[in-house]
């Protein structure tokens, strides 16, 4: 009787030890996704103009681009960097080729977004043809995720 009660005692505690650390371990891996989740990344949007209207915005020479409507102005943005350098460059690119283009912060908490920038938003050593490429895959991944 003696060994039953000794052999049930010690599987309670070592059920209640697993089970604490099961416990445990689920609880911070939660935690660590909702806070990633929620936490708002800022990103660099290259603003290629603002139109007041729908009609413009067809008109533009630009061939792939993200339009957000803002107050009744639709914003075009043909590049999105994580890296204020980086977006830099791409203004920059884009000005010697005859374009104003203005540097916008945004808020983006988009973790698959953010994780793909982070992946491809490396510019050293890339020719401006191979940059304008990049930004074209970011626009299309952009498009893809918030469903543009």
């Known amino acids: 009787m003696k060994k039953l009660l000794l052999t049930c005692l010690f599987s309670t505690i070592i059920s209640l030890l697993f089970g604490n650390y099961i416990f445990t371990s689920y609880k911070t891996a939660t935690e660590r996704i909702i806070a990633t989740s929620t936490q708002s990344e800022k990103v660099y949007m290259l603003l290629y103009g603002s139109y007041n ?35 830099k460059k791409i203004k920059e690119i884009y000005n010697n080729l005859g374009n104003s283009i203005y540097i ?3 808020y983006i908490n988009d973790f698959e977004f953010i994780y793909y920038l982070e992946s491809v938003d490396k510019f050293d050593n890339l020719s401006n043809d191979e940059i304008l490429s990049i930004e074209d895959d970011i626009i299309d991944k952009y498009k893809e995720i918030f469903n543009e």
Request: glycine fraction near 6%; avoid cysteine; charged fraction near 35%.
């Open 53 to 87: 209207s729908k009609e413009k915005v067809d008109k533009i020479t630009i061939d792939n681009y993200i339009l957000e409507e803002d107050n009744g102005f639709y914003k075009v943005y043909i590049g999105v960097s994580l890296s204020l350098e980086n977006a």
């Open 104 to 106: 916008r912060e945004k």
